[in-house]
């Protein structure tokens, strides 16, 4: 039931005032005494008022809050306005202390004094109970100047209303709707004025996103003007609503916003700010960068600001830092952000930011989303999976490469790595919301039981030990994997199994969780019967879903994105899990990270580069061999040299021939002179023609006898060239043979050890024994002694060849010369018949005759066919062919070379100091920047934490990150060391600041690590055991950074018993068991 108060005012205070019931609706109404009058749509009179609001009193900023509400005080004596504060008195409503109350009340008995009147609205950290009505400033009602809008105050005369928080979205909009209604619509309201705490539409929320308000903005904009607390940024929405903003800075976020208070009045809606300047400053700065100089952002800090330094590990550990925060002047606080050195030159003062949910404000002295913003608007932007990390890895590794070659070995390491990607989890979507878990039987809980997660934001869920409250999630975890959480940290192994899920009170158990991915509707339903198997059905997925899934559970984690070790890290922080990131072994951690990034594909693709490279160098060396046979196959056809030979037979054949025309030429002209001499006896004419052409015939023998033996030196000549090729190439095969057996005695040398009788291949890891060695070495000798005893009878053959190559060459010219000899008697011996030839008459026929004969001859050694040419033209065609099939082969080596630089390249990257250690290193500098950031602000900047991946060194000297380990090392600052940081073990820290440490790293900085790079986002977070060893100023700052998350999540659901963090969630649930109907339920609270 909402109740409206009506109030008249003499500077705003009511005096004798009479509570009365209007039995005819269910508005109660408070009625001042004078000058009200309701006919009237118009302000009767005028006013003017002083407005602040979002004081947020703690212990942190008590001292501030009161010169704050000094400054008020004397801004309202001086210039006779009454006070309206818009809300958020308190900051943390659990904790009031008697300090605070005493100091407070010492400044409001200073108003009452002063005769300031005010009008104090509750906001959402004021209020403890829902509905508003319980709330932290009631109190203030001992102050007859001042008036608490517990309920809404309205002011007929000055047509002003005040209007508290109200929790849920309809309770906050029928305060105003109900206001608009009493004047009779949206057309009649616009007269009035609202001062209120409320969630606006289009608000830039302390949290840096838009609030998607609580009230509608047609009831907004049918009023006269709204003046508003909650938000603390100053800010105009739409054309008539504001927020006034918080009086001063109250974190990081807030550092570069106009702070103060505002003045209204009915003349105008415009407020006149009043700015606080000289109100303690946020100030973040970055070691060394902003201290290197007088003009320095450090120079800027003055005396009671709030600073943030971050630093490096091994700066905090300096005496130059130390000294260097002594020389600041004295801070109200300072906090401490260690931070990587990829993050040193990184200064974030000029960024604005704050800190806040869309329903609950945040202003703890420091901010609680601006670095994590940072860090997210960092990461987020740059997602990467291991296809992205190859692409890098190639341009850090080969950077000389060009863009063809640069995606010709992308694509092969993608190759690689795709004969390995069936194990992998490829997400179905980017976004997966759990919507509801149906239970029914499962361990603890008796009885069907729902929890529809879509109706909550914030929930708490509480139940006396043993109800069943964590069985509920174990059931979703077993719905989904299989599994539950383990009973002991850092522990996978040991979950519930078997009839164990079942309840004790029934035969078998069925659970089903329904969700959300991308707004595909699926339900997982996963069900046991004693004695049997367990049964899962998936409903909502097409069949294109599941085709290339093996089984049902690959299947389940393509649903979620997540395994089931990784699921618990980010979504379910079960009892006896929370922990495990940060207390788990090294190894495991980075077993963990290592799986989480899809670093155990490298392993297999590692071992399929290298066998792939072991091919490919046999294909190149066969290659190879081929291009050496064919090499020196090129090298003997060149050697052999036809061209001398053509040219010398060309020669010859032009002496001949010119020898032959002189012979023409002198026979005709002998015959001209025998013309005119006939007188020769015809009988000796007889005789020497029968000499003449017994010479003729012995002529032509000679030629024929000279064109066979030329013939067969040809034949002889091309037989030895090959023989001495074979003798070379027989001597270079015999050279490989012997360097291959040298190596392998070497290789056995180098493994053979004196005095021991077996002995590990550092290579292989196979036992050698020793003997066996020596044995094996003592033959590989004896054949290297055969092979040379080989090579040295091919050099004394080789030498046999040369001899009978000259031997050959002298015979051919020795030969030749005797046939020139013979050709020049057998002419002499024709030219002396002539001589004897007595008669000219026969001496005519003769010289006709030695004309017709040499003519004969003439042509015929003009048409005789050169025999070197048909050899050369096959010389060159073989050439030819052994050229271009080389250069094909030369080619083909080129291209498979490039194959075998690649596969060589990859075989690295996937080895253990490759990509593994790019993505770890990148992903642990990731991790511990987020969990940094969360820690500073859990401890209060005074512990800081730092991941470092220890590796070892494989028997080449390369890091072996696959043995290496991921170690945490936590450090603290130590006041009584002025300020240094001091390296402390993680069980030697408090039950307290051991919890800050594990959820600094699991829910926070591992999720938002973790879901940034897999490419999926789980919109659902639930911790069980929230607030262990937490005290009570941390447990709200915890929930708040829960609260932060209601940005990126649907729902957030912590299990806790602890009633003094119930007012900070939304809605709390009691989960308890029903007596008379023997089943589990919940009750809202």
């Known amino acids: 039931m909402n109740r409206l108060l009506l109030s008249s005012s003499k500077s ?24 009200y009058s309701s006919s009237s749509n118009k302000p009767s009179t005028e006013w003017k008022k002083l407005l602040f609001t979002d004081l947020h009193v703690s212990s942190k900023t008590l001292d501030r809050t009161i010169d704050v509400l000094s400054r008020v005080r004397d801004l309202s004596t001086s210039k006779g306005l009454p006070v309206v504060f818009l809300g958020d008195f308190w900051h943390q409503r659990n904790i009031v202390q008697v300090r605070h109350i005493d100091a407070l009340l010492k400044e409001f008995d200073r108003w009452k004094k002063d005769g300031v009147d005010a009008i104090f609205i509750p906001g959402n950290h004021d209020q403890v109970s829902v509905d508003g009505i319980i709330h932290g400033i009631e109190f203030f009602r001992l102050f007859d100047n001042i008036q608490v809008a517990t309920d809404p105050i309205i002011n007929e005369q000055e047509k002003c209303a005040y209007l508290p928080w109200r929790e849920s979205n309809s309770a906050q909009n029928q305060l ?8 009779g619509g949206i057309d009649n309201a616009k007269d009035w004025t609202v001062f209120a705490h409320a969630e606006l539409k289009g608000a830039t929320s302390n949290g840096g996103y838009l609030s998607s308000g609580k009230v509608d903005a047609s009831l907004l904009s049918s009023l006269r003007a709204t003046y508003c607390g909650h938000y603390h ?100 606080d300072i906090r401490r952000v260690m931070i990587n050195q990829e993050s040193n030159n990184n200064n974030n003062n000029s960024i604005p930011s704050s800190s806040s949910s869309s329903s609950s404000s945040t202003s703890s002295t420091f901010s609680t989303t601006f670095d994590i913003s940072k860090l997210k608007e960092k990461y987020n932007n740059n997602h990467k999976s291991l296809d992205d990390f190859i692409i890098e890895y190639v341009k850090l590794k080969q950077p000389t490469l060009d863009s063809i070659n640069n995606e010709e070995m992308v694509k092969k390491g993608m190759d690689v790595l795709d004969l390995v990607k069936d194990t992998m989890i490829r997400p179905m979507g ?15 809980i008796t009885g069907p039981l729902t929890l529809s997660l879509s109706d909550y934001r914030m929930l708490m869920i509480r139940g006396q030990m043993g109800s069943g409250k964590s069985s509920l999630f174990e059931s979703m975890v077993w719905a989904i994997y299989g599994n539950t959480s383990p009973r002991k940290q850092a522990s996978s192994s040991s979950s519930i199994k078997g009839d164990e899920v079942i309840n004790d009170r029934a035969k078998m158990c069925k659970v089903t969780v329904r969700l959300q991915v991308d707004g595909r509707d699926i339900s997982i339903t996963r069900s046991k019967t004693r004695g049997k198997g367990a049964k899962v059905e998936i409903n909502g997925l097409d069949a ?33 899990s929370i922990s495990n990131f940060v207390t788990d072994s090294d190894r495991r951690r980075k077993e963990l990270l290592s799986r989480a990034f899809s670093l155990g594909l490298c392993i297999p693709a590692h071992k399929i580069a290298k066998e792939q490279r072991k091919k490919q160098e046999n294909l190149v060396t066969e290659l190879e061999t081929k291009l050496n046979r064919m090499t020196a196959q090129l090298s003997t056809w060149t050697d052999i040299d036809y061209e001398e030979s053509t040219l010398e037979w060309d020669s010859n054949r032009q002496t001949r021939v010119k020898r032959i025309e002189n012979q023409l030429e002198k026979e005709k002209r002998e015959l001209e002179e025998l013309d005119i001499q006939n007188n020769l006896k015809k009988q000796q004419q007889q005789e020497i023609q029968e000499q003449r052409d017994e010479l003729l015939n012995d002529m032509k023998h000679l030629d024929l006898e000279r064109k066979e033996y030329q013939e067969e030196y040809h034949r002889r000549h091309t037989m030895t060239h090959k023989r001495l090729f074979n003798n070379e190439f027989k001597v270079g095969n015999i050279n490989k043979e012997i360097a291959e057996l040298q190596k392998s005695k070497k290789h056995l040398e180098k493994h053979s050890k004196q005095g021991l009788d077996n002995v590990q291949c550092g290579e292989c890891g196979q036992l050698i024994d020793q003997s066996l060695q020596l044995t094996k070495m003592e033959t590989l000798q004896q054949r290297v002694k055969e092979k040379q005893s080989e090579l040295a009878d091919l050099d004394n053959q080789k030498l046999s060849i040369d001899q009978e190559i000259d031997a050959l060459n002298l015979e051919n010219r020795t030969t030749m010369t005797g046939f020139g000899k013979t050709s020049e008697r ?10 004897q030839e007595g008669n000219f008459g026969y001496r005519i026929e003769f010289s006709q005759r030695t004309i017709e004969d040499l003519t004969r001859q003439k042509q015929a050694l003009e048409n005789e066919v050169n025999p070197f040419e048909s050899q050369s033209k096959a010389r060159m065609a073989q050439i030819d062919k052994l050229q271009q099939d080389s250069t094909n082969l030369q080619n083909n080596i080129e291209t498979e070379s490039r194959e075998l630089d690649r596969l060589v390249f990859w075989e690295r990257a996937f080895g253990s100091d490759g990509i593994s250690v790019m993505v770890l290193n990148s992903v642990v500098k990731e991790i511990e920047n987020y969990a940094n950031e969360y820690l500073s602000i859990l401890s209060k ?40 940081i001091t390296e402390r073990s993680f069980y030697s820290l408090s039950g307290g600041q051991r919890r800050c440490v594990e959820l600094s790293y699991s829910p926070f900085a591992l999720s938002e690590v973790i879901f940034n790079h897999v490419g999926s986002r789980i919109t659902t977070l639930v911790v069980d055991e929230l607030t262990n060893h937490l005290d009570q100023t941390i447990k709200p700052v915890i929930c708040d950074l829960l609260r932060n998350h209601l940005k990126e999540k649907d729902s957030i659901v912590v299990i806790d018993h602890d009633q003094s963090v119930q007012s900070e969630f939304d809605n709390v649930l009691n989960l308890q068991f029903n007596d008379l109907n023997n089943k589990h339920q919940f009750v809202e609270i």
């Open 544 to 576: 294109t879903l599941r085709q290339g899934v093996s089984d049902q559970q690959s299947l389940i984690n393509n649903i979620i994105g997540l395994d089931y070790d990784l699921f618990r890290m980010c979504v379910y922080m079960g009892q006896g």
């Open 941 to 980: 900047g005074k512990l800081f934490t730092s991941l470092s991946i220890s590796n070892t060194r494989d028997e080449n000297g390369h890091d072996d990150i696959d043995n290496g380990d991921l170690s945490l090392q936590v450090y603290e600052i130590d006041d009584n060391d002025k300020g240094r």
């Open 233 to 332: 940024k100053r800010q105009l929405i739409g054309n008539n609503s504001w927020y006034i903003g918080s009086p001063y800075q109250q974190n990081f976020g807030e550092m570069n916003d106009p702070h103060g208070v505002a003045i209204v009045s009915s003349h105008s809606i415009q407020p006149q700010f009043i700015n606080f300047d000289d109100t303690p400053k946020h100030w973040r700065l970055t070691y060394p960068q902003d201290f290197k100089s007088t003009l320095s952002l450090s120079s800027k800090v003055q005396k009671n600001d709030i600073v943030e330094i971050r630093a490096t590990k091994e700066s905090m550990k300096s005496n130059e830092f130390i000294n260097t925060l002594e020389s600041l002047p004295p801070l109200l």
């Open 430 to 444: 980017r976004k997966v919301s759990i919507k509801e878990i149906e239970v029914t039987d499962f361990c603890s």
């Open 826 to 835: 057998i002419n002499a011996s024709l030219q002396q018949l002539k001589i």
């Open 12 to 35: 705003l205070s009511c005096v004798n005032q009479v509570r009365l019931v209007n039995t005819n609706t269910t508005t109660n109404v408070l009625v001042g005494q004078r000058n």
């Open 176 to 183: 105003f709707k109900d206001l608009v209604e009493q004047q």
